[in-house]
């Protein structure tokens, strides 16, 4: 593994932009063909490693606990023209002009009547907003307030949307890899021996509220498949927001409750401002440990409270479902100015933050495989000088390059998992990776239960 | 029991103020007539309820764990006057001229043996202290620093009280209101199922640290008797301070240790300028959790140590005795400038001070009365828009109105009670009280041991 | 034991100086005669105890845990000189001059040769660093930057060190004094039935970080053997640093386990500047209970963290030995600019400094001695006015010079000791022994398990 981050290619986040910015102009909802684009684009990155995501199409009207799958949405043409079939907006230019889940509609109206169903951001007047209406059949129209600004009284407006709601499914990528028969350790992996991976595929063009997250994803998948150890089994899920956890949940609950160890819900990674995470219900799990564990040792981090929740982890963490998951982003959807709008697009992220991104969540797995509780095998301090791990001269000032080993050393007492033992020594986990190596090598630690 | 607080009458707090003032001119120790006559108004204020306080008579001699109950003291008449036969002072102008459990005398004396019995407070020259010695038989007389200033030395001065210490009693009213039959919640009660309110009725003319608590305690009958539904009983107790709390104690410990759920003591309630509370001795029970949640929504409050302890706490929460109680005051008792002097008078209470304690005392009555464990029922987050209590229409911001009952639900794990939740969600739980209601009629909601 | 206290002699500061001040010549390192010239000097400074330390010689190669006792170093002389046979350095005159466990040598070399044998503070060019090289055999010089700026090229030097490393023992001197047949409380003692004091002598002539420690253990032994009562055994060990630990370590260790209540090593103990401890590996041991609540009332401590410990609480505190033991200092070890070098002589250190160490220790023992749970034996607050212990008159202000006294009864729950109690109240343990003492005379308080 170490050899593995050694080699991290500094241009994955150039790579991962480019994902993006191919799934960015698909018109994706909570159901239909747009999702299933954007999981046939996620198969054909991750050729190379030999794995797939499996497709799960659940039907319109599959109970999903509280809920039901909702009809499938297909959406053709959208437009408003004026008396001159100049079109005042179209669909085509971008997707974000016609309200998520419309019902169809072919009508000339009065001014008055159109602006019922126009919807537009006040505070950012050359915005066209995100708005949906999944749950009330509705149709709509979202528009810049300066385009609003724009219409006219005493002329009549052709309201046209080509869609249809259908008896069709709710899609669902999913993808589990395997632990590796030889693992770290000889304990041959975890009571709970799953690490979740879940972002979702339902925002139309938007680049880091929808892109970033199966685009990170995808990197990942290429990463734990190219590990040549892992302790644990990986979960990635694509499934679009809400409705997709709850029905995944409601299809998988006992499996998850049982196997999962720590899961993450990817959003909004591909901005380069803030690193950011949401705790779970009462910020005490692995995940919690974890993330902020890699993140308190990068330049600065937010750690938001459980009631900014808003993606997938509502879900994951609401009572009864209980699971280990926290919410990693850059800057927090909802936090900044350009969420939900057609701002969000593929200049808002980079390759410096993929990067980082990329980088953090291999941090977050690497510290995974290696935390172990730790136990030093000899009573008092070992001689490390005479195994070549100490200086053979005792001089003022001397001792500094190796305080971390020692330090390491001295809470290696089988009551630490290794996160723990980096925050008492504070030192990042990703320095005592090589340490622990060569600590086992020397035969001065042991890993226990 | 929604109702009953949305009728709160604001103009309570001139009846308490009234009463209160009623109560004033009254000379009150921890023993005596003025005690009796004390505990008559309250019974005659609270008779519109139906209920009186029952009066119990324990006599003088009696053993009271270390104490033994004292002589009853019978205080008549009172003065100091000069060779002119003026009275310097006259008990009968101020009760607090007299010390408290003064034995009798009627001697002419010089001024040097006069001043060895009289008491002033020397930081304040024109107030008249509040001197007593129960335990020891002396007798004494205090009077302003000025009106001392103002005895000349030459003359003879008539020291002159008529009292006596007699073998009596002491006096305790206590009322105890029922749970009503049909509780809020299917669990017919709880295990611990009284709340104590305990405030003192021992000292002369003293609004804020003597008439405010016993007056206030009135008002809390009558809430208490005219909730259509009670989940606890409620338990009422005035007693003499120190000696009354310790012999109420020890006829009643073993039952309190199993019953007491909460308790407050009341004492200092009456003025406008603080709220405040002093823990338990370990600040960790149900009385110290609703005491502080409840004020700490409130513009400011302090919270003292129970190293600041005085009032009837310092017996129900002493070793071995180990009740849940806390002190409940506005300004609190030897912390305010005119405590334990003449200038704590009807001027500094208030109609205003009064509702607003009434108002606190209220809100953690109701708060008890809700404090269960609450489980939301369905997995996943329920689908709040089928049952009307979500916009249909998703877009930013709109989801700010209904967060208190998202984050409500998603603390609802059979972990909190309500107090806990409106800690982690920062919601009052007087605004989270309607919200239980509703998600108990939409059945989402059930409360769990 | 309270006798003892107040008897303390202010002049003990000047006492311990001058034993300091006689160990300070001698040439010490972790073997050899020096370390047996320190305790015999010891020794005879306790012989009014009746009690004498116990000399330990273990052989060289004996194997301690993961180390080997070393050979023993005889140093007999140690010079560089010039070609006109003026002495460079000289041991004779300072023992630092020579790199400590250096091998023999007898050569005339160039100066560049010299120059690689030779170590110099170039941060404080007066001052001589102390060197060592245990455990890898070489010889070497150390001197002022100063010294060797002053040597010339194109000159030979004679380098010459006449020792030897001989298979010998490693010296450790041990003194348990014992608990005495009458002690204070009915228990007999504890479970954990001693305080463990250690120091080491291993160090040349450094005085505060070498003869300090044993000194002040010394004056320690002296209190202790004077103690009327004790429920606690007392183990004082002198062992050289690391090795002697470890050593000693290795043939205790199963006893220590079981017995040691608390420990502390005496470490830089002489100079004036400031209190500070080391705390123990999870910093929640009686030992670090102990020296932070008797240090906290004093005007400032620093509390420093286990990542910076450095001597024999390494040992002490490592996983699998897990001892109560915390590092007991004035200025600590590696954080004064005078720290192994020169500078760390008999002007760094004074009768004060030395004073000041000895109280504070005294009253870490007096507060062990005395930490019991105890318990009010009356029910509600005792009536301390009967027993003389309270005033017969209240008046506002008078309960002021009793509160101590009232808020140790009331956290004496049988829940916390008297060091909890003290954190609890705020008041310093060496204030609540005589309260304790009292309340036991009068029958209000009992200890209990």
């Known amino acids: 593994m170490k050899k593995a981050v ?18 960015f102009p698909i018109t994706r909802s909570i159901t239909g063909k747009g999702v299933r684009e954007t999981l046939e684009i996620i198969n054909n990155e991750i050729k190379d490693t030999g794995y797939q995501l499996t497709i799960h199409e659940i039907p319109t009207g599959t109970p ?23 079109k005042i907006i179209d669909f085509k230019e971008n997707n974000l002009h016609v309200l998520g889940y419309s019902t169809p509609v072919d009508e000339w109206v009065e001014l008055d009547e159109l602006l019922e169903h126009v919807y537009t951001q006040e505070d950012m007047p050359d915005a066209i907003p995100y708005v949906t209406s999944y749950y009330k059949e509705r149709f709509g129209f979202c528009m810049s307030e300066n385009t609003k600004k724009s219409l006219k009284k005493n002329t009549k407006y052709h309201m046209y949307i080509d869609s249809e709601l ?4 709710l899609t669902i990528g999913e993808l589990i890899i395997p632990a590796t028969e030889e693992v770290f350790f000889d304990d041959g992996g975890e009571d709970k021996k799953e690490i979740l991976i879940s972002t979702y595929t339902c925002h139309p063009s938007m680049a880091n509220n929808e892109c970033s997250g199966p685009s990170l994803s995808a990197y990942l998948i290429k990463y734990v498949a190219a590990l040549p150890k892992r302790r644990y089994s990986y979960r990635f899920v694509f499934n679009p927001e809400t409705i997709g956890s709850i029905t995944y949940l409601s ?14 819900v990817l959003s909004c990674v591909g901005d380069n401002r803030d690193y950011s995470f949401i705790p779970s219900r009462y910020s005490d799990t692995l995940a919690d440990r974890v993330i902020e564990n890699v993140l308190k040792f990068k330049e600065k981090y937010t750690k938001y409270s459980f009631l900014d929740r808003g993606s997938d982890e509502r879900q994951y963490c609401s009572p009864g479902v209980d699971l280990p998951v926290i919410g990693f982003c850059r800057s927090k959807y909802a936090k900044y100015p350009e969420y939900h709008t057609s701002k969000d697009d593929m200049t808002l992220v980079s390759e410096e933050g993929f990067q980082g991104s990329y ?17 030093t095998k000899v009573l008092c301090e070992p001689q490390l000088g005479k195994r070549g791990l100490y200086p053979t001269i005792s001089k003022k000032g001397s001792y500094d390059s190796i305080l971390a080993m020692r330090d390491l050393i001295a809470y290696a007492d089988g009551r630490n998992d290794l996160i723990a033992i980096s925050e008492y020594i504070n030192v990042p986990v990703k320095e005592l990776i090589p340490i622990v190596d060569k600590l086992m090598a020397n035969d001065l630690f042991e890993s226990v239960d």
């Open 6 to 23: 050694e080699n991290m290619d500094t241009s994955t986040g150039k790579k991962i932009y480019n994902l993006a910015d191919r799934l």
């Open 64 to 86: 999903v606990f509280d809920w039901t799958v909702p009809k499938e949405w297909v959406i053709r043409e959208a437009y408003i023209e004026n008396e001159k079939h100049e």
């Open 251 to 264: 299809q998988n609950l006992e499996e998850l409750k049982k196997n999962i160890a720590a899961g993450f």
């Open 359 to 375: 980088e953090a969540m291999c941090e977050v797995i690497n510290a995974l495989e290696y935390n172990k509780n730790y136990k």
């Open 166 to 169: 259908i008896e069709g499914s």
